[in-house]
Every structure is written in C-alpha cells, then in structure tokens.
C-alpha cells in the first residue's frame, strides 16, 4: 500500500510462469482480467489519500517501514493505519470524489470487458468513485469492508488464511481458471501477479518483478492495455 509512483519498468514481454490457481466462481471466459483497483484503475492510491488527509503520519510512516521490512502483514499494516482515522465516512467519500481520478479508458474497458477487481481497500469508498464514473454494474468488486467509527475506523477484512505460496492473506485465490491478465502497481499485487499470465505492472510491483526477473509489460493506461 505505499503510494504509487507510477515509474514503469521496461516492457520485457509477459509471464508465462505455471503456477496453480483455484477458480473463483463466475469466471470461465478463456481470457479475464484481473485488476487491483488503488493506484492501478486509480492515478493514486486512494486509501493513501484519506491517510494524507484523515490519518497520523507518524503511524503511517512506522507502518509503511514494517511492512517493507517483512514485520507486519499487509493487512496488519491497514487495520492499524486506519485505525488512526476518525472522520465521518461520508465527508471521507465526498474528500475521494472531489480528488480522485481513474487512469483513462478504464470506463471503456470496464464496459467492453467486465473486468473483475480484487482490492485491499473497502467497498465503502471504491463503489462511490465507481458509481461516479458509471461502471459500478459494469465491474465484480471484491474488497474488504470498513465501520468508520467515531474512534477510529475498524476494518473486516475478507481474507484472514494466509495464502500456502506468500504466506499472508492475499490476492492469489481469486485468480479465475483459465488465462488470466492482471494488472497492479504494489505490495497487494505481487503474489497475484506472480500466479498470472500476462501482468501489466507499475510503482513497486514492477520493481519487484524487476528483481526477481519475472517479464511484464508496462502499465500507463487502458486505452494502452
């Protein structure tokens, strides 16, 4: 989840690493699209937006730095972020529609491809921004859920098992049957992208795949893609 600077790596072909996937339900076109939803359908990661502007800095930074040191799960790393967080949800959603924008095409992909997005971040504040752009019935969205509680917000999260390959709840098992292209941008992403096809990646997923020398094809935006 740290921010996403959307540096491209070098486009070197794609993935063609075999890994086993367990098919989620629904999912059975030949080729599906897979796609994390914060700094990747988002120019910016949007749960570090309402962390810049509702959060502590301080716990952010010490989190963020656990999180790249192996210390702290990714999930452990949001409950205690926003944890931090005691704003209304809705003056939170309306700070998110004003400030955050989606890469281009993504409507027009949605629409053409029904893509299925699988995020860390919460259907409280992503089905605001996706009913904004009017694709909320174009797109599957699994998420965790949120409580904005006066005292800090409290989060479900939808995957608590760790997963056996990375070890943390993760993205992996949503991964459908069949010939999967996913595109993410961070620490969410990475064993997902690893069990993929085709990856489209940039900020830190493109430079871990970088350092395990894993191909994937730069990600600028949908109307590339």
Request: hydrophobic fraction near 40%.
């Amino acid at each position: 989840m740290r921010p996403s600077r959307n540096e491209p790596g070098p486009a070197t072909g794609f993935s063609t690493i075999p890994h086993k996937r367990e098919g989620a339900a629904g999912y059975r076109c030949r080729v599906q699209l897979v796609l994390d939803f914060d700094g990747t359908v988002t120019e910016r990661d949007t749960l570090d937006l309402v962390l810049e502007r509702f959060g502590d800095a301080g716990v952010y930074e010490l989190a963020e730095a656990e999180l790249e040191a192996g210390r702290m799960t990714l999930n452990e790393v949001i409950a205690s972020e926003f944890a931090c967080v005691t704003a209304p949800l809705d003056e939170v959603v309306a700070y998110l529609l004003e400030h955050a924008r989606f890469r281009p095409g993504f409507a027009e992909l949605a629409r053409a491809r029904r893509p299925l997005i699988v995020s860390s971040g919460f259907h409280e504040l992503i089905e605001p921004l996706l009913d904004r752009e009017g694709v909320l019935d174009a797109v599957e969205l699994r998420a965790n859920r949120v409580e904005a509680r006066p005292d800090g917000w409290v989060v479900s999260f939808r995957v608590a098992r760790g997963c056996d390959e990375c070890g943390e709840p993760c993205k992996r098992a949503d991964l459908p049957d069949g010939e999967v292209v996913y595109a993410g941008d961070g620490h969410s992403d990475y064993c997902a992208a690893l069990a993929a096809d085709r990856v489209y990646a940039t900020g830190s997923l493109a430079r871990y795949l970088d350092e395990r020398g894993v191909a994937y094809e730069p990600l600028t935006d949908f109307h590339a893609l």
